[in-house]
T-cell receptor, first 109, second 115 residues
Framework: GQNIDQPTEMTATEGAIVQINCTYQTSGFNGLFWYQQHAGEAPTFLSY????GLEEKGRFSSFLSRSKGYSYLLLKELQMKDSASYLCAVITGANNLFFGTGTRLTVIP | GAGVSQTPSNKVTEKGKYVELRCDPISGHTALYWYRQSLGQGPEFLIYFQGTGAADDSGLPNDRFFAVRPEGSVSTLKIQRTERGDSAVYLC?????????????FGPGTRLTVL
């Protein structure tokens, strides 16, 4: 079966750095995606990792270790608008995304 | 350019009724996906189209659910004999070519409530 684990909720302070972890066990792996979803809105793409290592895009970075079935999303210089759910998703042998339940991040002043 | 659009944005229906949900993908995108998202959960895959054909419908929960994409653009998700457990947000996404690493662009979703 497929399984993706993420913390349910996290809280962090404006201007700080936060790391959201994701562990996965899937039958097949073609890549791992991170999406941001504000309440009542559609998910929007943040990053994807295929190979081990760190991918950096501005304030957001994502790391992957395929041997450990582990990824994290790093958000730097947190802003209030970063309050949202962050979804970890794996592309398996098929083309569909298998999503975790998401981590709800609250940024406080 | 326009993103993925979905209509209606909200649909309230009674148990046992039939509903149709529509998705207009980004122009030129050959791949189209339907997902269902319940409150507090991540999106759950339902079906994937490559062009006009359903390349993977393994996520459809039962035979009450059906989807079509007759001309390779607009898609309709059809639910027969709706049940209260079908209440969720139904998300549509499209991607350029359907490669597993193509970014999927999501629409705003249709919130379905079955009373």
């Amino acid at each position: 079966g497929q399984n993706i684990d993420q913390p349910t909720e996290m809280t962090a302070t404006e201007g700080a750095i936060v790391q959201i972890n994701c562990t996965y066990q899937t039958s097949g792996f073609n890549g791992l995606f991170w999406y941001q979803q504000h309440a009542g809105e559609a998910p929007t793409f943040l990053s994807y990792n295929v190979l081990d290592g760190l991918e950096e895009k501005g304030r957001f970075s994502s790391f992957l270790s395929r041997s450990k079935g582990y990824s994290y999303l790093l958000l730097k210089e947190l802003q209030m608008k970063d309050s949202a759910s962050y979804l970890c998703a794996v592309i398996t042998g098929a083309n569909n995304l298998f999503f975790g339940t998401g981590t709800r991040l609250t940024v406080i002043p | 350019g326009a993103g993925v659009s979905q209509t209606p944005s909200n649909k309230v229906t009674e148990k046992g009724k039939y509903v149709e949900l529509r998705c207009d993908p980004i122009s030129g995108h050959t791949a189209l996906y339907w997902y269902r998202q319940s409150l507090g959960q991540g999106p759950e895959f339902l079906i994937y189209f490559q062009g006009t054909g359903a390349a993977d419908d393994s996520g459809l929960p039962n035979d009450r659910f059906f989807a079509v994409r007759p001309e390779g653009s607009v898609s309709t998700l059809k639910i027969q004999r709706t049940e209260r457990g079908d209440s969720a947000v139904y998300l549509c996404a499209s991607s350029v070519a359907g490669s597993s690493l193509d970014e999927q662009f999501f629409g705003p979703g249709t919130r379905l409530t079955v009373l």
